[in-house]
Every structure is written in structure tokens, then in C-alpha cells.
């Protein structure tokens, strides 16, 4: 067994490790160790041998590889989880794309598996990266088919009985602008480790029969799966390992995926499986959206898929367990907010006539099985009649808030202390911001100060906010409890990412459209009936619970529109639309639990109760 000695490079706040593996690929892995903790060296296998590669490499000095510890990351640790992620990227867009991936769903995604990085070029800049990576030290050209063959070699050799990689059973490959699901990954582990997936070769991601002007160099008799992510067992792995050079050398095409699927399909005798009962679906972005018009996403000079990626997401996107292609670090950053807040914009009419036929027909179809949070705004706006998100589960328990910030006329003001004094009969304190609410903008300024301070305050989920010149219902404390525990009114409410707003006091007009919109809705909804969504003639703030996700948008949207409308009734209910369209959950209580004093209390029952 050969020890070699290991090449440190200072990394930030790291230590990177550097070493040569048995294909002359290296390896660097970044290290949070404490000072002065002895490390172990690392040890090579005892079977190791030459790569079958190693003429194509500059670097074949050492026969050294890896073994013990397994895959060490920032996230991970030394766990050993059974299936591997290796990520494909390279030395130069590993800092853009990779970063926004490492960003975002490795993070979440390592908790079940191991997520390798794979680059071609060996460049010093790889140290800094925070996450495994490993440099396969051959050019970072597209289409990257060296490169690929080259990982699964890396990998295969490494998947031995005494390599890093012994303990994985699946292998799992995709592109770095893919995004991959950490929910959905679980599920495919699961459908993974069932025996009659799990005890045969195995080779799923998504059937592709190949390009038409192709399909005859490539003779297959079988569908290969997309390059965007597909996954191997070790049973298929050691059936085309001593295959790969052979495979390369006879290559009918330039592409990877098909390559690799002729590959698979001639030396393990397998074709390409969809897991369709697995709850992961592999999904390909073929459409760009720009306002009201859809075109097929077209090809930038290096023959790429070169496209935008959408403001409002269509429900398949969020169904996907691997979404691609995201082509910037921002569509990375805004998928995964959207992804983790739960927020489900809403969706835009699509012109038939300016469109693409073909991207209007997926369009169509991919809003089949969209979801909005807000079904009214969505018919009122664009005229589609989509279905309604589930409610979000509660993810801790439900309570009254302890503390109300009140929008108060003055430091004197009566009216203040008589709503102080209230609330501290339903063990409820208050935090009055002075304001003269005459002017939308001094009350715009008021309510975004409110917000902004809520927003410095890292422990604060939940903003429940109150005008002075309220009337409270006699049983407050009990009806806000009760209400807030209707999943549809304030499960989101309690969530970290997925709340939204709870109105309890808002005033609408008493007309008899008003009342019929109410009425619709609730009748649709199912479950508990005492909230509905805000609409366009939903109206002040009066009395409101803010979660923590919506604070940045609403800061943002008052600096824009402090002067919007000429009275603060209306200025809210822009601010209520804006939420909407973002993918909010705003809904509104009835009956309300607080009215305004200058408001006649009707007999409605929207705004039945005991008034004190």
C-alpha cells in the first residue's frame, strides 16, 4: 500500500486537500478542521492499477487513490449515504452556476446523499471552492463527452471493495444548471432501495430516442436517458466499466447522454427507465415566457440551451425531483425561494396568436397542473380558473401573538390607551408608532418603519399589526386563536418559509358582488369555511398578522408605491394584489375579529359578533 503526501493550499478560512488519483484525476476536498488536530494521511487502495485513460492525461505520476474516511464536505461530513450526486461543471462557471447550486439545493439534498462536484481543468482557484470537487485534469470543453466518460470512470474505479465510493449503491449524474429537489430526492432513495429496483442493474432518468439526423449513426435498440440527470446502480457501473475507453474510442456522435446510453444499452444489455413510481420526475425546460407570449427556448453559439427562466414557474416545474436548465445564478436563487416559501405566483395570460403553437400546447398543459394561492385575483386578472394550493401543515404550535404594534395619532392619544388597555385583558402588550395617518405617504412610511424593524429582528416570525381606532370583538384572544388554527386562515402563519398575511379586519364594500364573490369562493373551499382570499375590494389594514417572508416585498413595494391611490384603504389593497401576484398566501378572516370605530358595525355576517 503506497502512502503519498498530501498538498495543502490555504483556502480562506479551510484547508484544501489535494491528491492524485488513479486515473491522474485529483481530488480536493475542503476542510474545517480545527488547528492543530492531527489529520491521518490519506491511503491508497490495494488493488490499485493504472487508468485505462491514463494516456490521455498530463498528469499519471502516481497510482495513489482514497480510502477510509469516504466523501468529506462541509454539509455532509464523513456520513455515507448510498446514493451519489456528482455534479458536472467546470473550472470557470464552478463559481457562478456551481456556487448558486451548492447555494441552494446541495445543501438541503446532502443530508441524504453525497453531492460530488466534477470539473475537467486542475486550476489553483478549485481550493477555494467550499464543497468536494473533483478535477478530472482534462479540458473543459463542450459537448463535455470526454469529460463524462472520465467522471464515470473515476467513479467506477473508487466503487471497489476498497474504494471511497464501496458503500454507494446508486450513482446519480446531472448537469450543474439542473436543480435538484431534496424532498423528491428522498423519494427516489426510497424507490431506489426497493429490492426489485435494487438487486438489478438499473439505468432511470428520462427515455430519449436521440436526433433524427443522428438515430442511424447510433443504432440503438434501446432509449438511452437524458444528460441532464440520470442514475446508475454499481451492478450496471461494473458491467460498462471496462467498457468505457472502448466506448469513447467508438463514439458516433458528439453527445454524452447518447454515448453513454450506447454504452449501457450494448454492455449491460439495459435501457432507459422513467421512475414513474418513485414521486421523481426528470424535467426539461422547453419553452421561454415573456409577458403574454411563449417561444421554444432556442440554442446559443456552443449549441446550448439558452433561455430565461420564467417569473411564474407553472406547476410541474415545483412537481419536478430535477428541473433543468436554470442558466443563471439569479433563476437558481429565485426557483429555490420560490421552492422553499411555498409561494406560487400567479399566472399570466398567454396570447394564442403570438405564441409558439408548440410552446402554447406545453404551456396549456403545464397549467393544468398549476396551483395558485389566490384562485380569485387569478380569474380577475388572467381569466384562467386554476385550482387552489393546498394548505401549508403548521410546523409549530399555534398561538396568539403576545405583542401588537399600533398605529397610533399621538403620544396622548386616548383612543391608544383605551385599545392598550384591551389587549392587556387578552395578555396582549403593544408597541405604539406615532403617525399622522391623514396622508397615504406618512402612513406608507409609518407601516414600512413598522416593517423594516420587524425585519432586523432575526427571531421574529409572525407581525401582528393594529390601528388605534379599532373595535375588538368581546372574545379576541379566543376567536383570533380559533381562526388562527383553520389550516386555510393561519397554518402558514406558522411555518419558517411558507407564511403569507391573515387580515382580521379589512373592510370591503357592502354590495351584493362583494358578497357574491365571497360566497363562491368559500363554497369551494374545503375544509373550514372562515377565510377567504383577498380581492380587488378588500380594503385597509385596520387589524393584520405579517410573516417574516413577506417583509423585504413589502418594504420594496411601499418605497414604490408610497403615493399609490388617494386614501390608505386603497393603498392596502394595492399592497394586498401585489402579495397576491407574488405568490402569496393573503387571506381574509370572517367574520372580522376587529372593525373599524368609524365603520358602522352592519349585521353581514362578515362582520357579526360581540363588539367592546
Not at 432556442?298 to 436548465?325: C, M, R, W, Y
Not at 398561538?399 to 395619532?409: G, R
Amino acid at each position: 500500500m503506497v502512502r503519498i503526501p498530501r498538498l495543502l493550499y490555504a483556502a480562506g478560512c479551510g484547508i484544501a486537500l489535494v491528491t492524485l488519483f488513479l486515473n491522474g484525476s485529483i481530488h480536493l476536498e475542503q476542510r474545517k478542521d480545527p488547528p492543530n488536530v492531527p489529520r491521518p494521511l490519506f491511503q491508497s487502495p490495494t488493488s490499485a492499477s493504472n487508468g485505462s485513460f491514463a494516456s490521455t492525461h498530463t498528469v499519471t505520476t502516481t497510482t495513489a487513490g482514497l480510502e477510509g474516511e469516504g466523501e468529506t464536505s462541509f454539509k455532509s461530513g464523513t456520513t455515507k449515504h448510498r446514493i451519489l450526486i456528482a455534479v458536472l461543471s467546470d473550472a470557470k462557471s464552478l463559481f457562478t452556476l456551481g456556487y448558486a447550486a451548492y447555494s441552494t439545493w446541495v445543501k438541503d439534498v446532502s443530508k441524504v446523499a453525497t453531492v460530488v462536484f466534477f470539473v475537467g481543468e486542475c486550476v489553483d482557484e478549485l481550493v477555494t471552492f467550499p464543497w468536494t470537487v473533483v478535477c478530472l485534469n482534462t479540458p473543459d470543453e463542450y459537448p463535455p463527452k470526454k469529460k463524462v466518460f472520465l467522471m464515470w470512470e473515476y467513479m467506477w474505479k473508487n466503487s471497489g471493495s476498497h474504494g471511497i465510493y464501496s458503500h454507494v449503491h446508486w450513482f446519480f449524474k446531472c448537469d450543474q444548471d439542473s436543480y435538484i429537489s431534496s424532498y423528491r430526492i428522498q423519494m427516489l432513495k426510497t424507490y431506489l432501495a426497493t429490492p426489485s429496483v435494487s438487486n438489478i442493474p438499473g439505468y432511470f432518468g428520462k427515455p430519449m430516442k436521440g436526433r433524427e439526423a443522428e438515430l442511424d449513426k447510433l443504432e440503438l435498440k434501446a432509449k438511452y436517458c437524458s444528460g441532464m440527470g440520470y442514475t446508475l446502480n454499481n451492478y450496471t457501473l461494473r458491467l460498462i466499466g471496462p467498457h468505457l475507453e472502448k466506448c469513447l474510442s467508438e463514439s458516433a456522435t458528439g453527445h454524452s447522454d447518447t454515448e453513454m446510453g450506447r454504452c449501457i444499452i450494448i454492455h449491460a444489455n439495459i435501457s432507459c427507465l422513467a421512475p414513474l413510481h418513485s414521486g421523481f420526475l426528470f424535467r426539461h425546460i422547453y419553452y421561454v415566457q415573456k409577458h403574454d407570449t411563449v417561444s421554444l427556448a432556442g440554442l446559443n453559439e456552443k449549441g446550448q440551451i439558452d433561455l430565461t427562466f420564467q417569473e411564474a414557474p407553472k406547476g410541474s416545474f415545483f412537481h419536478s425531483g430535477l428541473l433543468h436548465p436554470l442558466k443563471t445564478p439569479e433563476a437558481f436563487y429565485y426557483f429555490n425561494n420560490l421552492s422553499k416559501s411555498y409561494r406560487r405566483p400567479l399566472q399570466r395570460t398567454v396570447n394564442r396568436m403570438k405564441s409558439h403553437e408548440i410552446a402554447y400546447s406545453i404551456v396549456i398543459a403545464d397549467l393544468k397542473l398549476t396551483c395558485v394561492h389566490n384562485t380569485h385575483l387569478e380569474v380577475e386578472k388572467y381569466r384562467y380558473k386554476l385550482r387552489e394550493c393546498r394548505d401549508a401543515v403548521a410546523e409549530e404550535e399555534i398561538a396568539v401573538p403576545t405583542n401588537a404594534v399600533v398605529l397610533a395619532k399621538a403620544k396622548t392619544s386616548q383612543t391608544y390607551r383605551n385599545l392598550e388597555e384591551k389587549l392587556a385583558s387578552f395578555k396582549i402588550s403593544t408597541t405604539p408608532v406615532y403617525t399622522q395617518m391623514d396622508t397615504v405617504s406618512s402612513f406608507a412610511e409609518a407601516f414600512k418603519s413598522i416593517v423594516k424593524t420587524a425585519l432586523k429582528n432575526n427571531s421574529l416570525t409572525r407581525l401582528m399589526i393594529l390601528e388605534e381606532d379599532v373595535k375588538l370583538h368581546c372574545a379576541f384572544d379566543k376567536q383570533l386563536l380559533s381562526t388562527l388554527k383553520v389550516p386555510r386562515c393561519g397554518s402558514h402563519l406558522f411555518t419558517k418559509y411558507k407564511g403569507g398575511v391573515l387580515t382580521f379586519g379589512s373592510v370591503q364594500p357592502s354590495q351584493a358582488r362583494t358578497r357574491d364573490i365571497i360566497r363562491t369562493e368559500m363554497l369551494k373551499a374545503e375544509g373550514d369555511q372562515r377565510c377567504y382570499n383577498a380581492h380587488s375590494q378588500v380594503y385597509g389594514p385596520v387589524g393584520l398578522i405579517l410573516h417574516r417572508m413577506t417583509f423585504e416585498h413589502i418594504i420594496s413595494w411601499i418605497s414604490e408605491h408610497k403615493k399609490t391611490g388617494n386614501n390608505i384603504a386603497v393603498f392596502m389593497r394595492g399592497l394586498f394584489a401585489y402579495l397576491s401576484e407574488k405568490g402569496f398566501v393573503v387571506r381574509v378572516a370572517k367574520p372580522n375579529l376587529v372593525f373599524p370605530e368609524r365603520v358602522s358595525v352592519s349585521d353581514d355576517k362578515v362582520t357579526q359578533g360581540n363588539w367592546c
